[in-house]
């Protein structure tokens, strides 16, 4: 896999790994069977534009397990249009209005010990190319 450097053109994406806790945690080393939290926050900077029809996509290293809320009955998060939850990524929908942001999160484990490839996470608008962010992508390791 390519390695991706972060950028931002129009819209600032972040994230966060903290366990539990709440307490920093680093994605390029954890023991397995950790459970933690991914934390998204999507900025749109613009002070004349809202955005419609916004994807914003987070696939994990194939060590992780995505903990799905919805299978527990925990709470949901909103400020979506649509969430889609797969074995290997998160997919979120939405808009965005000017000079605003929205977080959400994702619960994860470090289940399989192993070095991963850890993706970029992508914020896009869908009809329009000119609109995007990520993450740098990296590694991943789960140690024992």
């Known amino acids: 896999n ?11 994406l972040a994230v966060i790994y903290t366990d539990e806790n709440g307490a920093a ?21 613009s002070t004349t534009r809202d955005y419609a029809n916004l994807a ?18 925990g709470a949901g998060e909103d400020g979506y ?9 998160v997919n979120w929908f939405f808009a965005l209005p000017k000079g605003r942001s929205k977080t ?12 991963y490839f850890l993706p970029s996470i992508v914020a896009e608008a869908m009809y329009d190319p000119t609109v995007n962010a990520s993450t740098a992508s990296g590694r991943a390791v789960v140690t024992q």
Not at 81 to 89: A, G, Q, V
Request: hydrophobic fraction near 35%; proline fraction near 7%.
């Open 81 to 89: 249009d649509y969430k889609d939850i797969r074995d290997d990524r």
């Open 104 to 115: 959400f999160t994702v619960g994860l484990r470090a289940a399989y010990e192993g070095a």
């Open 2 to 12: 390519p390695v991706r450097r972060a950028l931002s053109n129009g819209l600032q």
């Open 25 to 45: 945690v680093n994605p390029a080393s954890l023991p397995q069977g950790t459970r933690f939290k991914a934390t998204l926050k999507v900025v749109n900077p």
């Open 56 to 73: 914003l996509s987070m696939g994990i290293p194939s060590g992780w397990e995505i903990q799905n809320e919805r299978l527990k009955g």
